[in-house]
Nanobody, 115 residues
Framework: QVQLVESGGGLVQPGGSLRRSCAAS????????MGWYRQAPGQQRELVAR???????NYADSVKGRFTISRDNAKNIVYLQMNNLKPGDTAVYYC?????????WGKGTLVTVST
């Protein structure tokens, strides 16, 4: 089992910044891919940013240059730094990890970008 605990959601003004974290616990040695997805109401869930097993990064085109994914290996934490937030970034953000032959999800936290 792998558990994913998220933090850092909330209400942010356009142009503002927010940092989210996802801490993994359990059988973490089996994790080979970890990152963030988001889903707006009525929309499909989409990849935001993630690490692969060799720490290659993938970013959605819509967030390149604004969002940065990083990690703390010792603490098994992945961070998502979100800068210059736009109303279109409003969504429920989910931490995700692939471990062994299973896929794990955090509970999801709403990020609202609005005045």
């Amino acid at each position: 089992q792998v558990q994913l605990v998220e933090s850092g959601g909330g209400l942010v003004q356009p142009g503002g910044s927010l940092r989210r974290s996802c801490a993994a616990s359990g059988i973490i040695f089996s994790i080979y891919r970890m990152g963030w997805y988001r889903q707006a109401p009525g929309q499909q869930r989409e990849l935001v940013a993630r690490f692969t097993s060799d720490y290659t990064t993938n970013y959605a085109d819509s967030v390149k240059g604004r969002f940065t994914i990083s990690r703390d290996n010792a603490k098994n934490i992945v961070y998502l730094q979100m800068n210059n937030l736009k109303p279109g970034d409003t969504a429920v953000y989910y931490c995700n990890a692939d471990a062994g032959n299973m896929n794990y999800w955090g509970k999801g936290t709403l990020v609202t970008v609005s005045t």
